[in-house]
């Protein structure tokens, strides 16, 4: 049994992992990173990045070198049908997955953190607090940090074997060679696009839709022009101008689970995807999952590195929070894409007349570190 009794052993090298490894490191807590991969894979799609995962990040000290590479978007326009409702102010940035995860996987190599790859989790001894790769390798370790996303096999050996649901919902995307400054968000029946600036000649096109047809749940998953234009009306399509030529269209599915009562087990703690998967209709999976690390973190350095103590305070500050969140994401999901014509009368009033998107958006966006 190999030994890494002091550390922290992080599961996964995604969003969560990352930022809970250099969090750990910066306040003086040993850890250790296991991804299952052979390196850390950025998938080629956007994030966007709202105020609260801003605060995070700015805490990492990496926020200012992530908007010299991303888009910094301004304002975003809300489309209905193809004609203007309305448009808004907005702080967040827009950038690639590539270029978060390159700063946070930099910055936690630059703590003197270790990143583990190729080391696919088989099994907890939970109680002992020892883990069981597929290599053969296998450790003791001091607390396991479940960052190992929606398919979390932490949380299946924690709390049993139910598997993530489709939602009903699949998404498109893509990179277009193409320039955009601020964001534009088309509501359409059954569906929604939205698409941002990566970079100043990068743009993210993602285009969610309703369907019974399940999709599998990867990011690697393509498609063509064609089938995109089956769930898409061509004159929407026709906005963007390089989506033709694009051969790297691709098409998930997106996957949620049941509510969740806990956010931890015996000696393992879950974030993120792990922990409390969210539908992307209000941009909030990624900034979720800062918001854990940075929470777990802070109350970790206040217990003096009492982990018991700490898994209950971190609980008792997240669950509520993600719960909302994660509800908010799919009511807003059934609004983007309803077929009603009252209903999608009712909705494009309240955004052109009243302060519900400023409304609902400062109460999303309103943790605070």
């Not at 029946?189 to 990867?218: C, D, L, M, Q």
Request: contains cysteine.
């Amino acid at each position: 049994m190999n030994n890494y009794e002091n550390s922290v052993a992080i599961i996964g090298a995604g969003i969560s992992g990352l930022a809970l490894g250099s969090f750990l490191k910066e306040n003086n807590f040993p850890c250790v990173i296991f991804e299952r991969s052979s390196n850390i894979s950025e998938y080629g799609a956007g994030i966007s990045i709202s105020p609260n995962g801003k605060d995070v990040l700015k805490k990492l000290n990496i926020l200012e070198e992530l908007k010299t590479v991303s888009g910094n978007s301004k304002k975003t326009t809300f489309y209905s049908n193809l004609k203007e409702i309305t448009s808004i102010d907005t702080d967040v940035i827009t950038t690639s997955r590539k270029n978060l995860y390159d700063l946070l996987l930099k910055k936690y190599y630059s703590l003197g953190g270790v990143v583990l790859f190729d080391y696919e989790l088989n099994d907890i001894d939970i109680k002992n607090k020892n883990i069981f790769f597929k290599n053969g390798v296998n450790y003791h370790v001091n607390h396991i940090a479940a960052c190992d996303g929606i398919k979390s096999k932490c949380r299946q050996i924690c709390f049993g074997s139910e598997m993530p649901q489709y939602s009903g919902y699949s998404v498109w995307r893509t990179i277009l060679d193409q320039n955009q400054i601020n964001i534009n968000f088309y509501l359409g029946s059954g569906f929604h696009i939205v698409s941002y600036p990566i970079n100043n000649n990068k743009t993210s096109f993602v285009a969610a839709v309703k369907t019974r047809e399940e999709n599998e749940e990867s990011w690697m998953l393509r498609g063509t022009y064609s089938d995109l234009s089956k769930d898409i009306p061509i004159d929407i399509l026709d906005n963007f101008e390089t989506l033709k030529d694009k051969k790297d269209i691709y098409k998930w599915g997106i996957y949620t689970r049941s509510k969740i009562e806990s956010l931890y087990s015996t000696n393992v703690t879950l974030f993120g995807d792990a922990a409390h998967p969210i539908t992307p209709f209000i941009g909030q999976g990624g900034c979720m999952a800062l918001e854990d690390v940075y929470e777990f973190t802070k109350v970790l350095k206040s217990n003096n590195g009492q982990f018991l103590k700490t898994q209950k305070e971190y609980q008792s500050k997240r669950l509520k929070r993600v719960r909302y969140i994660n509800k908010t994401s799919m009511n807003q999901g059934k609004l983007n894409h309803t077929k009603n014509p009252f209903l999608v009368f009712l909705r494009n009033f309240l955004m052109k007349n009243t302060n519900i998107i400023r409304f609902m958006t400062k109460k999303i966006w309103e943790y605070r570190i």
